[in-house]
């Protein structure tokens, strides 16, 4: 058990949709990462945060957007849904702002967009 | 372009047989190479994390070898396990700061009885 908590664990939707995923990090761990995987590709980062304030941006579409609350735990925002969309999306945590450190991945939400 | 790639993508082995998974590099410079294991429909797991003045680290029977002259690095598991069964990710951490980490695509092992 990493100790970051990612819900839902599953999620069906149709296209045009938007969903919203919740990471919470573990305890004290200040960034948290979002990822997409989809089905044989490696892990595309998406965007992190440190300590609410946006820190570094991958390819995240515009339709996508995310943010971190005070209390630490973050969303992940999925408008317009496209069937491409449909995907793993993994959320990770470390104590540091920058890729320095050690990385915790949560479980994953497995979206699948109908 | 900052690339990762790993071979071989998929290799199936006898338990308790030992194998050598390769990640060859371009990202340059780079602070710290890792290897992650993540099982199917799993996160991620770090198995070790070398910075670029490290030649080996080990974890178990888990040991990372990282050739920064010839932008190699390799991850050899001694006396597999069925629970070895995952995909293992070799990741690069380029040196430029607010840069993410660079993924591999993996090399998806199969440990039989």
């Known amino acids: 058990d990493s100790g970051v908590t990612q819900t839902p664990k599953h999620l069906i939707t149709a296209t045009g949709q938007r969903v919203t995923l919740r990471c919470s990090p573990r305890?004290?761990?200040?960034?948290v990462y979002w990822y997409q995987q989809s089905l044989d590709q490696g892990l595309q980062f998406l965007i992190q945060?440190?300590?609410?304030?946006?820190?570094a941006k991958g390819n995240i579409l515009e339709r996508f957007s995310a943010q971190q609350f005070p209390d630490l735990h973050s969303e992940l925002n999925l408008s317009s849904l496209e069937l491409g969309d449909s995907a793993l999306y993994f959320c990770?945590?470390?104590?540091?702002?920058?890729?320095?450190?050690?990385?915790?991945f949560g479980e994953g939400s497995r979206l699948t967009v109908l | 372009k900052n690339q990762v790639e790993q071979s071989p993508q998929s290799l199936i082995i006898l338990e308790g047989k030992n194998c050598t998974l390769q990640c060859n590099y371009t990202v340059s410079p780079f602070s710290n190479l890792r290897w992650y294991k993540q099982d199917t429909g799993r996160g991620p797991v770090s198995l070790t994390i070398?910075?670029?003045?490290?030649n080996t680290k080990s974890n178990g029977r888990y040991t990372a070898t990282l050739d920064a002259d010839t932008k190699q690095s390799s991850l050899h598991i001694t006396a597999s396990q069925l629970s070895d069964s995952a995909s293992y990710i070799c990741?690069?951490?380029?040196?430029?700061?607010?840069?993410?980490?660079?993924f591999g695509k993996g090399t998806t092992l199969s440990v039989s009885s």
């Open positions: 990741v690069v951490r380029p040196h430029q700061a607010g840069t993410a980490l660079i």
């Open positions: 305890s004290g761990d200040l960034s």
């Open positions: 070398m910075t670029f003045s490290e």
């Open positions: 945060y440190y300590n609410g304030e946006e820190r």
């Open positions: 990770a945590s470390s104590t540091q702002s920058g890729d320095t450190g050690e990385l915790f």
